[in-house]
């Protein structure tokens, strides 16, 4: 079986022509083989990422968090191959500086969702989805019931007064303009170039703010921000809509 796996590893590399694609790439069609998902897990320079898990995820109900129902290790090329049976699968990856195999990625660490979830598995046939790690600049506070996926959300970028970028920012959605309380979603941590996808469950009106945790009232001095001031902020979405809201501004917050 070993050896069998191994040389499908290799026939899926050629079939690839060894390409790490980025996470916008769609996943490549499904090839015979083992029954399962397998594929390339890099850094964001396109390095192996040795030492990460792939973990799939039957539901995205917990965000991708906690204990996942299947899991694989990541071999020294960067390669992984998850055993499955047919169904659909969410799919993330993680990589723990202390070597740790449970919680939440930290700072240092690395983690990536797959931007196509969710992954298809087909009888004798082996599913491709390739991840890139991106790093994590804070502890991650995703609220219970947050979306990994979807055809729903906002999309836009986080930055500070200076027009920069800013990692590890969250983006959050209001169903109301009351600020001052849990945010109903939230998105997962900014990368390096403070992009967000919010998903959301349907269509409506949302106000959307930032900011660097996401537990209780922001503190003085902490980076903060909204999409524009009050009832404002809102915006409306379509179901099967993901809307570009531009940028976020976060600023120093004052009482």
């Given at each position: ?9 290799f026939t899926l590399c050629l079939f690839s022509a060894c390409h790490f694609s980025s996470p916008s790439s769609p ?99 082996t599913s491709r989805a390739d991840l890139v790690l991106r790093g994590v600049t804070q502890p991650m506070f995703l ?113």
């Open positions: 079986m070993l050896l069998r796996l191994s040389c499908f590893l996943p490549l069609s499904a090839i015979p083989g083992p029954t399962g998902i397998a594929g390339q897990v890099t850094n964001k320079e396109r390095a192996p990422a040795l030492g990460a898990a792939v973990y799939a995820y039957r539901s995205p109900k917990g965000g991708l968090r906690g204990p996942a129902d299947f899991e694989a290790i990541v071999g020294a090329e960067g390669d992984y191959f998850l055993d499955l049976v047919e169904g659909t699968y969410h799919l993330a990856a993680r990589l723990r500086r202390s070597g740790s195999d449970a919680g939440p990625p930290r700072p240092g660490d690395g983690w990536a969702v797959f931007g196509h979830n969710p992954v298809t598995v087909q009888s004798g046939m609220k219970e019931g947050s979306l990994a996926s979807g055809d729903s959300g906002f999309t836009g970028r986080i930055v500070d007064t200076a027009g920069h970028p800013v990692a590890g920012a969250i983006a959050l959605a209001y169903r109301s303009p009351d600020y001052h309380r849990m945010p109903d979603y939230t998105a997962a941590a900014t990368g390096e170039d403070g992009r967000f996808i919010l998903y959301l469950p349907q269509g409506g009106s949302y106000c959307l703010a930032a900011r660097t945790k996401t537990r209780g009232q922001p503190q003085e001095g902490e980076p903060y921000g909204l999409l524009t001031e009050g009832a404002e902020g809102c915006r409306g979405l379509n179901q099967g809509e993901i809307r570009d809201v531009g940028t976020i501004i976060l600023s120093p917050y004052h009482r």
